[in-house]
């Protein structure tokens, strides 16, 4: 990865990116979400297992710089244990916000954590079939 300097990012990016929590595979994943930035490249798949109707573990996999992985970490802290119908209302401000903010130039970032949660979360209902506020 190539070094990038981090004094612009805020001490929880930092955190996050240093020490991503939830990273990893998730076997028993049944809501998979995966998205990738056109231009840079980077990519995040968000896997989530729901237990009904909240989400009882999230985990990621993502290839990109600090502000991605960091967001990538945060948007799984936030989503464990909550219920699938306020996951859905999850915006990619609401993980800006959380990470305390990203330098301008890194906003478009956490768009793949918002794009990755809309698809896991599509897809579970596809499988389930549980409609839109289940
Ligand atoms: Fe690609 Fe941040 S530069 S997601």
Do not use: W
């Amino acid at each position: 990865m190539p070094s990038e300097d981090l004094r612009a990012y805020s001490d929880i990016v930092i955190d996050h990116f240093q020490h991503p929590r939830n990273a990893g595979p998730l076997d028993d994943a049944n809501a998979v979400g995966e998205d990738r930035n056109p231009v840079c490249g980077d990519h995040m798949k968000l896997m989530l297992h729901i237990e009904n109707g909240a989400i009882a573990e999230a985990r990621f996999q993502t290839r990109g710089c600090p502000a991605a992985i960091a967001t990538s970490s945060m948007a799984t802290v936030m989503l464990t244990d909550m219920r699938i119908d306020e996951a859905a209302k999850l915006k990619r401000q609401d993980f800006v916000d959380a990470v305390g903010g990203l330098p301008k130039a890194k906003i478009h970032c956490s768009v793949l954590a918002a794009a990755a949660l809309k698809k896991a979360l599509a897809q579970y209902r596809e499988h389930t079939s549980a409609g839109p506020s289940a």
